[in-house]
């Protein structure tokens, strides 16, 4: 079974500019969770979707969003980008949203803002 | 607001040789998990642990759950290279459902 697949791994944007990343979750999974992680911080909760809703939102800006595909594919856009975006971008997929399912994670989308 | 600290930051031993991890909090978790992220890849669960006292083996690593389930360690016996990655816990927040509060990791270092 294929895993979690992120698109692109890699991108160079600069200030003000807006991205989309995009997720395909594990065939059957409908949780998609996605997470910025930077050195030292750990990982940071953006938001998480199920069956195109999103469930729970971290404590992001709104330049940050997202959303689900009738699929599960899922992308997150950044708006209006700033330095301290920089950072790598994860997805997990689940199978549900149930409270301490398995997640599973992308390799990221590694973001580079100049 | 729920903070796990993670110590030590960085670690570099030989292989062969015995380590401990930490993951610590003030505030108590209905679960921890233990993580392993290797360079270019997402992290990888290695365990859950949902019992205060618990403690689970995997090969040579042997995680801990404390008492109070506010404190979680990791020891892995006669370490190897292959152990080297980035090594996270990631607890369950009762008061937010259970949404993962994440420690900034333990960068771990095995060389030959």
Redesign the interface.
Known sequence: KAG?TQTPRYLIKTRGQQVTLSCSPISGHRSVSW?QQTP??????LFEYFSETQR?KGNFPGRFSGRQFSNSRSEMNVSTLELGDSALY???SSLTSA??E???????TRLLVL | TQLLEQSPQFLSIQEGENLTVYCNSSSVFSSLQWYRQEPGEGPVLLVTVVTGGEVKKLKRLTFQFGDARKDSSLHITAAQPGDTGLYLCAGGDMDSNYQLIWGAGTKLIIKP
């Open positions: 979690v997470y030292g911080q750990g990982l940071q909760f729970n994860l997805c997990a409270p301490q398995t997640q599973y994670f992308g390799p990221g």
